[in-house]
């Protein structure tokens, strides 16, 4: 089985900071990757360099062996790249159904017609649960709905991979199931997924495999239980313990 | 109540077309002038409203668009249209030269450096002897404002279907989210430097032709008056107290604010431009997202709306 995405020795930096150092790992088809680090241990850079709002001072990432170098966001978007943000960035204008028709019309697949675009857009809202807030403009959602919104417009676009940033951040142990259950479904449909999280319960459950950060450099890869007892895992979450 | 709003929109755009029937010639005049800043305000709303980049170079495009008529009928013996074409291809060159530098900048400094370009087009223009130096050229006269009236009215109604078609359409759609949120727009798959580009052309194209139309009109042009800074300082505020961003917006306020700047020239002549200024200043503070805005949300909240807007925008 070949990897979907390969990401070779990438490394980026910031002026003097190295936010990301010598990465490499793959994601295989399917398969749930989750991310986890310390705040600044290069995750989001990471998802950036992956979707192209950020080009790699070195190394390579292949996408289902294709390299995406000097590839603009845009184009990575088409072949099937689906991100989430962060921070969000919702179009704060348009109606919450409008915001997810922009991933049907230009994500990957067939380039849907408006009005199919809209009507994709309303059962991918459905999915996330969402079906309620259509014509509510994407700036009156609150914080647990935008998270949602960032998701729907995400899997809008028919991604192949699905890249996420901290889709649970704020949200509580309710809400934090749901998205864990629409992550799961997500995958039934055959798109693999990398999840970066903060909630370790969460990741833990969701994940086939995790991958720890720290300080740009991977420090651990390997299935969660494991990586989790990982001493050098505990360390960067807890600190050296004093013997 | 669809079918209703077409049928007043095309009894509307009737009645304009009738004009140069029972009109006298100061209405016919005012009216290709308001007419033609309707189409200006309507081509700064493609990509001033819809795709969110202030520009301040499209008067550049009406100056290219007033030259290439003038060059073609005067230098080049050709007929009116083939000018008007001429102006457009000038301007939709001029939009993919310098849109691809201009365009990656945003908001302020995209303002900053589109202001520049009508200086300098300006005086690259004096010094080409083709275009007549700083002299201009003079047109052959055609008395005519029958003619220019229902070309202008013609021309707005293209830039406003235009218009339409892009809040239903693809394109339409990327504009607004490189508008709402340019990164967002690029991860979801939006080509945005290629969309800028087209919304710069497409903003020229129009600017372009309300140019050469006027150029023609005028008989005289010369590069102060072709690559004047003032017109598009007028095409914005034409189109924000309208409404930016919506169908009808501008045409609502390029003909409202055409009509009290011709009322307060008339009256108080000498310091028609302080009223102006008055006029302006109140529409930001009272209602600053345009009259389309306002008129949506009167019937909800009332007198409130003002009250609303003035604490909402308050130091």
Same mark, same amino acid.
């Given at each position: 089985?070949?990897?979907?995405?390969?990401?070779?020795?990438?490394?980026?930096?910031?002026?003097?900071?190295?936010?990301? @150092?010598?990465?490499?790992?793959?994601?295989?088809?399917?398969?749930? %990757?989750?991310?986890?680090?310390?705040?600044?241990?290069?995750?989001?850079?990471?998802?950036?360099?992956?979707?192209?709002?950020?080009?790699?001072?070195?190394?390579?990432?292949?996408?289902?062996?294709?390299?995406?170098?000097?590839?603009?966001?845009?184009?990575?978007?088409?072949?099937?790249?689906?991100?989430?943000?962060?921070?969000?960035?919702?179009?704060?204008?348009?109606?919450?159904?409008?915001?997810?028709?922009?991933?049907?019309?230009?994500?990957?697949?067939?380039?849907?017609?408006?009005?199919?675009?809209?009507?994709?857009?309303?059962?991918?809202?459905?999915?996330?649960?969402?079906?309620?807030?259509?014509?509510?403009?994407?700036?009156?959602?609150?914080?647990?709905?935008?998270?949602?919104?960032?998701?729907?417009?995400?899997?809008?676009?028919?991604? #192949?991979?699905?890249?996420?940033?901290? +889709?649970?951040? &704020?949200?509580?142990?309710?809400?934090?199931?749901?998205?864990?259950?629409?992550?799961?479904?997500?995958?039934?449909?055959?798109?693999?997924?990398?999840?970066?999280?903060?909630?370790?319960?969460?990741?833990?459950?969701?994940?086939?495999?995790?991958?720890? %950060?720290?300080?740009?450099? #991977?420090?651990?890869?390997?299935?969660?239980?494991?990586?989790?007892?990982?001493?050098?895992?505990?360390?960067?979450?807890?600190?050296?313990?004093?013997? | 109540?669809?079918?209703?709003?077409?049928?007043?929109?095309?009894?509307?755009?009737?009645?304009?077309? %009738?004009?140069? !029937?029972?009109?006298?010639?100061?209405?016919?005049?005012?009216?290709?002038?308001?007419?033609?800043?309707?189409?200006?305000?309507?081509? !700064?709303?493609?990509?001033?409203?819809?795709? &969110?980049?202030?520009?301040?170079? @499209?008067?550049?495009?009406?100056?290219?668009?007033?030259?290439?008529?003038?060059?073609?009928?005067?230098?080049?013996?050709?007929?009116?249209?083939?000018?008007?074409?001429?102006? =457009?291809? %000038?301007?939709? *060159?001029?939009?993919?030269?310098?849109?691809?530098?201009?365009?990656?900048?945003? &908001?302020?400094?995209?303002?900053?450096?589109?202001?520049?370009?009508?200086?300098?087009?300006?005086?690259?223009?004096?010094?080409?002897?083709?275009?007549?130096?700083?002299?201009?050229?003079?047109?052959?006269?055609?008395?005519?404002?029958?003619?220019?009236?229902?070309?202008?009215?013609?021309?707005?109604?293209?830039?406003?279907?235009?218009?339409?078609?892009?809040?239903?359409?693809?394109?339409?759609?990327?504009?607004?989210?490189?508008?709402?949120?340019?990164?967002?727009?690029?991860?979801?798959? *939006?080509?945005?430097?290629?969309? #800028?580009?087209?919304?710069?052309?497409?903003?020229?194209?129009?600017?372009?032709?309300?140019?050469?139309?006027?150029?023609? !009109?005028?008989?005289?042009?010369?590069?102060?008056?072709?690559?004047?800074?003032?017109?598009? *300082?007028?095409?914005?505020?034409? $189109?924000?107290?309208?409404?930016?961003?919506?169908?009808?917006?501008?045409?609502?306020? $390029?003909?409202?604010?055409?009509?009290?700047?011709?009322?307060?020239?008339?009256?108080?002549?000498?310091?028609?431009?302080?009223?102006?200024?008055?006029?302006? +200043?109140?529409? =930001?503070?009272?209602?600053?997202? &345009?009259?389309?805005?306002?008129?949506?949300?009167?019937?909800?909240?009332? !007198?409130?709306?003002?009250?609303?807007?003035?604490?909402?925008?308050?130091?």
């Amino acid at each position: 089985m070949s990897a979907i995405l390969d990401i070779q020795h990438v490394t980026r930096r910031f002026a003097g900071l190295i936010a990301v @150092n010598d990465v490499s790992f793959t994601l295989q088809p399917g398969e749930i %990757l989750g991310v986890i680090g310390p705040n600044g241990a290069g995750k989001t850079t990471l998802i950036s360099l992956i979707s192209g709002t950020l080009a790699p001072t070195s190394g390579d990432i292949l996408f289902e062996g294709k390299s995406l170098l000097g590839m603009p966001a845009y184009r990575r978007a088409r072949l099937g790249i689906g991100r989430t943000f962060q921070i969000m960035r919702p179009f704060p204008g348009l109606s919450v159904l409008d915001n997810v028709a922009v991933g049907a019309l230009f994500g990957h697949g067939e380039q849907a017609k408006l009005a199919q675009a809209r009507e994709r857009a309303r059962a991918q809202l459905d999915f996330v649960g969402l079906g309620r807030n259509v014509d509510q403009r994407a700036d009156e959602l609150g914080g647990p709905g935008r998270k949602r919104l960032e998701l729907a417009k995400a899997l809008a676009m028919q991604p #192949k991979v699905l890249l996420c940033d901290e +889709v649970m951040a &704020g949200l509580n142990h309710v809400e934090i199931d749901e998205v864990i259950e629409v992550i799961g479904k997500v995958r039934g449909e055959g798109i693999s997924i990398l999840v970066i999280e903060h909630v370790i319960k969460a990741i833990k459950s969701l994940s086939d495999r995790l991958l720890v %950060l720290h300080h740009g450099e #991977k420090i651990a890869d390997g299935a969660p239980d494991d990586v989790l007892s990982n001493a050098a895992v505990v360390e960067a979450y807890l600190g050296k313990r004093r013997a | 109540m669809k079918a209703l709003r077409i049928i007043l929109i095309l009894a509307a755009v009737a009645i304009l077309a %009738l004009v140069p !029937w029972f009109g006298s010639d100061v209405l016919i005049q005012f009216g290709i002038n308001a007419l033609l800043l309707a189409v200006l305000a309507q081509g !700064w709303n493609i990509i001033g409203g819809y795709t &969110g980049y202030a520009s301040f170079g @499209n008067s550049v495009f009406y100056g290219l668009g007033s030259y290439g008529v003038a060059i073609a009928m005067v230098q080049w013996n050709l007929p009116f249209y083939f000018g008007l074409g001429f102006g =457009v291809v %000038l301007a939709v *060159v001029f939009a993919i030269l310098l849109g691809i530098p201009v365009l990656r900048l945003r &908001g302020h400094y995209f303002a900053i450096a589109t202001l520049a370009l009508a200086q300098v087009m300006s005086a690259i223009v004096s010094n080409v002897a083709l275009a007549g130096r700083n002299i201009g050229l003079v047109l052959p006269p055609l008395n005519n404002d029958p003619l220019f009236y229902e070309l202008s009215l013609g021309l707005l109604v293209v830039a406003t279907l235009t218009i339409y078609w892009l809040t239903r359409s693809r394109f339409g759609f990327g504009l607004i989210a490189i508008r709402e949120n340019e990164e967002g727009a690029a991860v979801m798959g *939006v080509n945005t430097t290629l969309y #800028k580009t087209l919304a710069f052309a497409l903003s020229g194209i129009f600017s372009a032709l309300a140019g050469g139309i006027h150029a023609y !009109w005028i008989t005289f042009l010369d590069p102060e008056s072709a690559f004047d800074i003032s017109l598009n *300082v007028k095409m914005i505020i034409m $189109a924000v107290f309208g409404g930016p961003g919506t169908i009808l917006g501008p045409i609502v306020g $390029a003909f409202s604010l055409s009509a009290i700047s011709e009322v307060l020239s008339s009256e108080v002549t000498s310091i028609a431009g302080l009223f102006f200024g008055v006029v302006v +200043v109140a529409a =930001v503070v009272l209602m600053p997202r &345009g009259l389309a805005d306002m008129l949506r949300r009167f019937r909800k909240t009332g !007198w409130r709306y003002f009250s609303e807007n003035i604490r909402a925008h308050r130091i």
